[in-house]
């Protein structure tokens, strides 16, 4: 037992310190920097379900947002209206978004991946107006407020006594978002490394090959994309949560930006990608808008002009700068630099062969 | 009928709008098969340029090629400096790259301009004048005419000149054009000069009639795709009949469907392309494509 320990990949090591943190993290921080975080880890669940439709599928979405706003209001309609608890409506509306997602996809992914593209915009820029139609059902302009959900009295005692003070509800949402995101991950990690993972990798590289290969493409295609819109359909019912409402303004065309933005920047067909996105998509334009102004350097001319250009500035040339310069994202930095360092430490690969030198913790 | 006739007309004339802005994302997809989506954006910031130079006391009959001299001058910097980088990248890192130019330029014009709508002159007035029992407005006819002009221009430019001839080939065969010595690089910027003046008209005869703003095009490169989805996305006779079609349909739905309103106009765009990718998705004038091994 021992032995198998020590002789874990270091990645795995990682992955338990990281799990660790974030389990952490709300003892170290206060209640509304935790709702805060949950609303980052929302966008990383929602982001991982792009980037197995972007990173390992090779189809765009450009309008994930629109999934997450269905997630949001099918939760928010059967807590308001059919009293459920708001924990059961999770699965409820990722299902329900992984199906309409499903069924979406069919006739886009018929053609080449510039059609989702295309038809998913439209559908992200048509959303809001099609949630404040059924008004007495979405609640119209105004949306849906949800009561802020109370901490079961056990998950609060246990707080309590590490901490001392008792759980608020931003620290629950946080604790259920968490939850969320490790079994989603996980699950994604699963997914993409054994068969379906294989045939999407395939898709991607070589339409043409792969089919020749045996692979349903239009099957596999729906798949992908299904599967990422149940991803979005959960980080928007937690979305909900988190927000303490829904309205048809909380899901904007440039929601789906974001989180397209935050799928790049961490790193497409990566799983640790998205996790680093979502938490850099969600804080880059609140900690500018609190360190710009604070620069002193900066001409005041510029600085305004950068706050009232709000992030939408920041995302494009985030976006362009990334994919011409690291179009592999701050994942793919990493890993170069640590290929890099390895290199230098254990020597270079035999340029004639190619092979690496030994790695003594694979055997 | 009388209402029917004229809803026909003000769907040709914003018909013609989409069909403009429909045409310029044909141009670059012909050129490197990919769909701009800063295309509408590219119009927006246009016309704020034609605004500027209006309101500094330039004569509407100037400002309007000056602005699309600019227009086309700014397409090709925009393609030197973002796309060419990336030209041999993967389609999907480029679309990626058009969608953070739509963002970048949302946000810069709104970070200058403000997000205040303004009032765009027209220099046609919204008097109306009688046709076949159908009171049509100027602006409705102006539109109709400017936009058919422009697109009678793209047409004889790519048809009869040896420009867009050259400009044609290096699009289908880049390799062998290489070879017989058009500069195939070149020959792309110019397709996205040519898409930025031509998107820039679209831009400049909507702003009257919806008042401009940084976020005035978002609706309309909508309506544009269904319009190139719907005629076929390389065609650019299909762009232009797709353009009327919707324009007309959207016009026709918005009154006559009780439940469409004018709130729900945008969402039969959204129906028309995905009825257009089940039912015949190379759209009405597009060649099945064929994929090579």
Known sequence: MVQRFRTLPPRYWLVLVVVLFFIGLPTVIDSFQAGEWAQALVLAIAIMGLNILVGYSGQLSLGHGAFMALGAYISAILVHRYKLDYLLTIPIAGLLAGLIGFLFGVPALRLSALYLALATFALAVVAPSLIKRPAELTGGVQGIVLLPPVPPQGASDAYAAVTGAAMTSDQWTYYVTLAWGLLLFWLAWNLLRHRTGRAMRAIRDGEVAAAASGIN????????????????????SLFGLAAGFVSP????????????????????????????????????????????????????????????????????????????????????LVGAGYARLRGRLRGVPDRESGQMPQDPQTV | MQEFLQLVVSGIATGGI??????????????MGLVNFAQGEMAMVATFIAFTLISHGVNYWIAFPATLVIAFAGGIAIQRIVIRPVERAPLLTLVIITLGLTTLLNGLAGAIFGYVP??????????????????????????????????????????????GLTMRAAAHHPEASRLLGVRVSWMLALGWGLASAVGAVSGIMVAPIILLEPNMMQTIIIYAFAAAVLGGIESPLGAVIGGLIVGVTVNLAGTYLPFVGGDLQLAVALAIIIGVLVLKPNGLLGRPSVRRV
């Open chain 2, 118 to 163: 303004r009032s765009f002159p027209s220099p046609f007035s919204v008097q109306t004048v009688d046709i076949f029992g159908a009171f049509a407005s100027y602006r409705d006819l102006g539109v109709i005419a400017v936009s058919g002009v422009v697109l009678l221009a793209i047409y004889l430019l790519l048809q009869r000149t040896t420009v």
């Open chain 1, 217 to 236: 493409l239009a099957g596999y295609k729906t798949l992908a994309f299904g599967i990422s819109a149940f991803y979005a359909g959960i980080a928007g």
């Open chain 1, 249 to 332: 303004d909380s899901f904007p065309v440039s929601l789906s930006i974001q989180l397209l933005v935050g799928a790049v920047v961490g790193g497409l067909a990566s799983i640790p990608g998205p996790l680093i996105g979502g938490i850099f998509a969600y804080f880059l334009p609140i900690e500018s808008n609190q360190w710009v102004p604070t620069q002193t350097w900066i001409p005041t001319q510029i600085a305004s002009t950068i706050e009232k250009a709000g992030p939408a500035v920041t995302y494009g040339a985030v976006l362009i700068l990334t994919m011409i310069f690291a179009p592999n994202g701050i994942v793919g």
């Open chain 2, 18 to 31: 989409f069909a403009s802005l429909a045409l310029a994302l044909v141009l670059i997809y012909n050129a």
